[in-house]
């Protein structure tokens, strides 16, 4: 039953989404994730130095932005994981 009624049955179980400070304090903690922006941010830069100069902004802007949220879903997926086991000991 809950899977045709899809997200809409959940909703009592979701939670407050995580601040976005509370994101980026976690990934300047983790070596990691600080490594993989500084990583994308380099190359999307390295990539985007031969183009003309109009384009570099928003072809910089797009490189880097795909690996930076993928690395900040992979930090919120951490952090909620660690706030529903500190809420839900037994598990």
Do not use: K
């Not at 179980?13 to 980026?24: C, I, T």
């Not at 990691?32 to 072809?59: D, K």
């Amino acid at each position: 039953m809950g899977l045709v009624q899809g997200r809409a049955s959940r909703a009592d179980e979701r939670r407050a989404p995580l601040p976005m400070s509370r994101l980026l304090a976690a990934t300047l903690r983790s070596p990691r994730e600080l490594t993989g922006m500084l990583v994308a941010v380099v190359v999307a830069v390295v990539l985007v130095s031969p183009l003309p100069p109009v384009l570099q902004p928003i072809v910089g802007i797009a490189l880097a932005a795909v690996p930076g949220t993928i690395l900040l879903n992979r930090v919120r997926r951490r952090l909620e994981a660690e706030r529903d086991q500190a809420s839900d000991p037994e598990r």
